[in-house]
C-alpha cells in the first residue's frame, strides 16, 4: 500500500533582500497578492490537494506568518459585533484547524536543502510535498499543480517534481530535467537532472517549478550533504543521490508560474489574480485598460 501525501513543508525563513525595504520588517511571505499573502495562495494549493499538515520551516523575524495562521480573538469578536458574517466565515476558512501546522526554525541561512532538513522530525518516515512559497501557480483547468501531482504519484510512486517549459535562451536560470517515457497521468520518467545547466547543454527546456514530492530517505541524504554553491547544502544535490536508487518523474504544469521572489513575477501575479476575481475584474479591466490607453 502507497503511503499518502499527508504532510507538506513550505520553506518561509527567506531574508527577501530583493523587495527591500518592504521586507525590512515584513516577511516577503506577507506581501500581498491582491488581498490575500503570497504565503496563504500557496497554503491553499497545498490543502486543495489533500495535504492534511503543514510545516513552516521558519527564520528569525517571521512570528506574523505564524500569527497570520492562528485565530485572533479580538478580531472575530469585533466582526461578529459588527454583523460582518461574510468576512467572519472567509477567516474561518482560511484559519487551519488545530494540530495541522508546525513550525520549526532554520537558525542558519545554509539554502533550501538545509531547510527541508530541518523539518525531519515533524514529516517522519513518510513522503511529503515541498513547495516553494515564491512560485505561484494558477491552473488553467481550475486544478492545482499539487493536486494534479498527487494524482500522479498514486499511480507511481517514488519522487515527483513539477516542471515547465522555458525559453531555450534561459535554461541556464533554473533546474532542468531530461525526460523519457510517459508513466502515468502525464508523468514522464526523469532521465537527467542539472542545476542552472552552461548555456547550449541543457536535456530539454523543462525546469523544475518548485513543486515537489519526495520520499523521506532525501532526509538521510541531506544530512550527510556537503555544501555546494553559494556555500549552501543544496536540495538538487541530494535529489541527484537520491534518483541512483528511486525513481523520479516530472508532470508538466499546465498554466501560469509567478515567480514572486522577483519584481516583475509580483506585480504580474497582481494583474493575473485580480483579472481571475469575479468581484473585482471589471472594474479593474477598466481602470487598467484607461491607464494604458493613457500611455
Not at 508546525?102 to 518516515?125: K, M, N, Y
Not at 541531506?222 to 536540495?235: T, V
Request: contains cysteine; proline residues 6%.
Amino acid at each position: 500500500m502507497r503511503q499518502p501525501i499527508r504532510k507538506a513543508i513550505l520553506p518561509v525563513a527567506g531574508l527577501g533582500t530583493r523587495f527591500l525595504p518592504a521586507t525590512k520588517a515584513v516577511p516577503k511571505e506577507m506581501l500581498t497578492v491582491v488581498d490575500r499573502p503570497v504565503v496563504q495562495h500557496v497554503v491553499d494549493e497545498a490543502r486543495a490537494a489533500g495535504i492534511e499538515h503543514i510545516v513552516f520551516v521558519t527564520g528569525r523575524n517571521k512570528a506574523v506568518i505564524e500569527d497570520h495562521f492562528d485565530r485572533q480573538f479580538e478580531l472575530e469578536r469585533t466582526l461578529e459585533e459588527r454583523g460582518k458574517t461574510k468576512e467572519l466565515a472567509q477567516l474561518d476558512r482560511d484559519t487551519p484547524k488545530p494540530g495541522t501546522t508546525s513550525f520549526t526554525r532554520q537558525q542558519l541561512p545554509l539554502g533550501l536543502g538545509h531547510a527541508v532538513w530541518c523539518a525531519r522530525e515533524i514529516i517522519g518516515d513518510e513522503p511529503f510535498a515541498l513547495l516553494l512559497p515564491d512560485m505561484l501557480h494558477m491552473p488553467k483547468n481550475g486544478q492545482g499543480c499539487l493536486a494534479s501531482m498527487v494524482e500522479a504519484y498514486n499511480e507511481t510512486g517514488g519522487n515527483l517534481v513539477a516542471v515547465y517549459e522555458v525559453p531555450d535562451d534561459q535554461t541556464h536560470q533554473y533546474g532542468i530535467v531530461g525526460v523519457g517515457e510517459e508513466k502515468a497521468r502525464g508523468a514522464k520518467a526523469i532521465t537527467q537532472m542539472v542545476e542552472k545547466p552552461k548555456a547550449g547543454t541543457a536535456p530539454s527546456n523543462l525546469a523544475i517549478s518548485g513543486r515537489y514530492i519526495l520520499q523521506p530517505a532525501i532526509f538521510d541524504l541531506l544530512a550527510k550533504q556537503e555544501r555546494g554553491a553559494g556555500n549552501e547544502i543544496q536540495l538538487t544535490d541530494s535529489m541527484l543521490k537520491l534518483k541512483e536508487t528511486d525513481p523520479f518523474f516530472a508532470v508538466r504544469f499546465d498554466g501560469a508560474i509567478y515567480d514572486c521572489g522577483s519584481k516583475i513575477g509580483f506585480l504580474m501575479a497582481n494583474v493575473a489574480y485580480a483579472l481571475s476575481r469575479p468581484d473585482i475584474e471589471g472594474e479593474f479591466r477598466a481602470e487598467l485598460n484607461a491607464m494604458l490607453a493613457g500611455n
